[in-house]
Every structure is written in C-alpha cells, then in structure tokens.
C-alpha cells in the first residue's frame, strides 16, 4: 500500500539551521528500463513558499504527473535534469552510469550543493556531500519534487521516440518491459534506443546481438563519456 505521508522539509530545515544553505534532492527514473534513457532530476525547493500535492511520483496518476511538473519547475527556485543515453549506459554499466548521470544533473544547477539528498541507500555519486534517506522520495519535500521533474521529462523523451518506433508501445511502457514490448523485440529486434548489454538480449530469437561494456571499451565511447560529451 502506498504510504500516505506527505513529503516535508524535516531533513532540509535541519541542514539549513546548520548552514548548508544549497540543498539539492536528486531522484532518478529509467534505471530498469530496456529502452531509453537513464534520468536524474536535481532540485533546489524555496524555504518560504510551497505547492499542494507533490509525491513521489509513482504515487500521482499519469494524467495528473504532467501538470504538477510544471508547477514544481515553476515553483523551484533551481532545477535540472540530466540523462545518459542507452548506448552510454552500456559502455559504462549501470553504476558508472547512474554517476554520471548525476553529475549531469547537478552541473546543470549553476551552483554548487553544499548537501545532496539521494533516495535509498546508495551513494551513486560517491560524494561526500551526500546524505541517503531509505524511503527519501516519500518523506523528502525536496526529493519528491526531483522524482517528479525526472519521471514527466524521461515519459515525455519516450512518447517522442515511440513515433520513430511503432509496435514497441513506448508512449505507453516508456521502454520498460511489458508483453508488447517482448512481442515487438522478437519481431523486429532492438532499436537504436535499446540497452543491448543486458540479460534480456539474449533471449530473442538472433545470436550475437548482445553487446558487452568491453566491445564499447574498445569503440572510444566510454572515454568521451566520462568528459562529459
């Protein structure tokens, strides 16, 4: 059952009383996909003023995900979104990616965090400066926001490519996995978007389609990856 908690600024107030005066959230979408792109919001909430109904995302109907957005991105006093293509997410695997993923999103602020609230219990970024809240996106004002911003922009990046793509149903799994999804990768095989390093390659009906993170060691991509390219 979904937690009925509404997320506040209990961790937030605490480090501003401390001096921590930038506080960002991130929040991250696309992890677990097949299809698409890894996503991470990075938010920076206003102390003085506040929006009704921000959850965490898989909380909030689609129908209604789209408009809040809007009013998050307009009502954050900063907020950017980073990605990581799926090819970059082979090259790098997915710890290497989820980092760089989040550098992106926090270089996009235009200042610098002094804390870093991450849902879960996983410093992806490897920094100090981060605090992990285990149930972060359903008790952090903050962190809620982010889940928001990275799940609408990830949903509206695969109802765009679910134009060049017909018969995956991207505008309605998003690149997750789903019966559609499996019929139209036997059918057709992956597209241009698909993770082709993972598990699930190896079970549609061609040999070698599977690519390992060394076959794109060798291709150069990782090194421009991890510049920021």
């Avoid at 996503?39 to 909030?60: L, W, Y």
């Amino acid at each position: 059952m979904a937690s009925k908690r509404t997320p506040d600024l209990a961790v937030e107030r605490r480090l501003w009383s401390s001096g921590h005066d930038v506080v960002v959230g991130l929040d991250e979408v696309g992890r677990g996909a097949w299809a698409g792109p890894l996503t991470i919001a990075a938010v920076v909430v206003p102390r003085d003023r506040r929006i009704n109904g921000i959850r965490d995302s898989k909380q909030i109907p689609e129908s209604q995900r789209d408009a809040l957005c809007d009013r998050i991105t307009s009502w954050c006093e900063r907020y950017s979104v980073g990605h990581v293509s799926a090819a970059e997410c082979d090259s790098l695997g997915m710890s290497d990616a989820m980092g760089l993923c989040g550098r992106r999103a926090l270089d996009g602020l235009g200042v610098a965090a002094d804390r870093i609230l991450l849902d879960g219990p996983w410093n992806f970024l490897d920094d100090d400066r981060v605090i992990t809240i285990v149930g972060g996106d359903v008790t952090s004002r903050t962190i809620a926001a982010a889940s928001v911003i990275a799940k609408v922009t990830r949903d509206r990046i695969m109802r765009t490519d679910a134009r060049s793509y017909p018969g995956f149903d991207f505008e309605r799994n998003k690149g997750y996995p789903s019966p559609r999804h499996r019929i139209a990768l036997a059918g057709y095989g992956p597209t241009a978007i698909h993770r082709r390093s993972w598990s699930y390659m190896d079970r549609l009906p061609w040999p070698n389609l599977r690519i390992r993170p060394d076959d794109q060691l060798r291709s150069g991509l990782t090194a421009r990856s991890l510049n920021g390219v």
